[in-house]
């Protein structure tokens, strides 16, 4: 799923997850802060083409986009508010991206495997100080919790069978990051706009097919060593036989046995992917959301050369 990288006015979310993460047992806090620091040194960093500098993760930003646009004000969603769910968001992020890297097996068995509790605990604890508990948001943070671990269980499951379609795993990534719509779904609720939401997780589970694809690019590799085979991995490799190779072996000769026009292939799902998320969202009027579909597309129909894509260590 996503990673998180904080620049700019994002200093004093910084600030809230080292308070909170200070109140842990040390060695907790110590084995968490660690982590936390090469997740962010291998961060997708955001398209600078945005127009926007020090941009945060586009999960963090999309609650403000939802509650400047159009004339809207702030009154409908307030800044405390916004500030809340927007660390509720984040927090969720953690529990969930954690034991994601536990599931990939870069989680070594350290207390840190208690974090993600501590990190739920704390989501449940932010949306709740400014949402009513019988509001219908709980559903859909639900949902959304529940799509995201189950797209995960599915994803690393259907990685590791070389029978299912690239189609097939393409559409389940547009599950993992479902978690990501729960802080806007709570802005649309708010501002008295809940039809808005499905639109939002469209655009999300589009945008997430996208990204997860992107970095499957620079991750065949590793992922080929730990016996999975990705998405791009299976449109590249197709016909060549990669399932009746032995994918540890294959992962350092893989670019020998790739398809050049495969390329093709994963441009033009990933270009489709991005249409619907446009189509999605386009008509909530968020300009930056559509900065951001236009700097991934030009990303996307760059991918023209395989000697572009990073070599596995």
């Excluded at 997708?44 to 509650?67: D, H």
């Excluded at 046995?257 to 292939?265: C, M, Q, S, V, Y």
Aim: proline letters at 4%; hydrophobic letters at 40%.
């Amino acid at each position: 799923m996503g990673s998180v990288e904080w620049e700019g006015n994002r200093d004093t979310l910084s600030e809230q997850l080292g308070r909170f993460v200070g109140t842990w047992e040390p060695s907790l806090a110590q084995g968490f802060l660690q982590y936390d620091h090469l997740l962010r040194a291998k961060a997708r960093r955001a398209p600078r083409e945005w127009g926007q500098k020090g941009i945060a993760p586009y999960w963090q930003e999309l609650p403000r986009w939802l509650a400047n646009r159009g004339g809207c004000g702030r009154d409908a969603a307030a800044e405390e508010f916004l500030e809340t769910v927007i660390w509720g968001q984040t927090t969720l992020f953690y529990a969930v991206r954690l034991q994601d890297d536990h599931l990939d097996g870069h989680l070594p068995h350290t207390p840190l495997l208690l974090a993600p509790l501590l990190f739920l605990s704390e989501a449940d604890r932010a949306f709740s100080s400014v949402i009513d508990t019988r509001a219908a948001f709980w559903n859909h943070y639900r949902l959304a919790l529940q799509t995201t671990l189950t797209g995960i269980a599915r994803v690393a499951q259907m990685q590791r069978d070389t029978a299912i379609s690239p189609d097939d795993l393409l559409q389940n990534y547009g599950r993992v990051d479902a978690i990501f719509s729960v802080g806007s779904s709570s802005v649309c609720e708010r501002m008295g706009r809940a039809e808005d939401i499905p639109r939002i997780d469209q655009f999300v589970s589009e945008l997430g097919k996208v990204l997860l694809a992107l970095d499957d690019l620079e991750d065949i590799g590793e992922d080929l060593e730990d016996g999975r085979l990705n998405f791009a991995a299976r449109i590249l490799l197709e016909g060549s036989g990669a399932s009746d190779i032995d994918l540890a072996l294959l992962a350092r000769s893989w670019r020998l046995h790739a398809r050049p026009e495969g390329l093709d292939a994963i441009r033009k799902a990933l270009l489709n992917s991005l249409d619907r998320g446009a189509k999605a969202i386009s008509p909530l009027g968020l300009r930056p959301a559509m900065n951001l579909i236009s700097a991934t597309r030009a990303e996307v129909q760059e991918l023209r050369d395989l000697r572009g894509i990073t070599a596995p260590g």
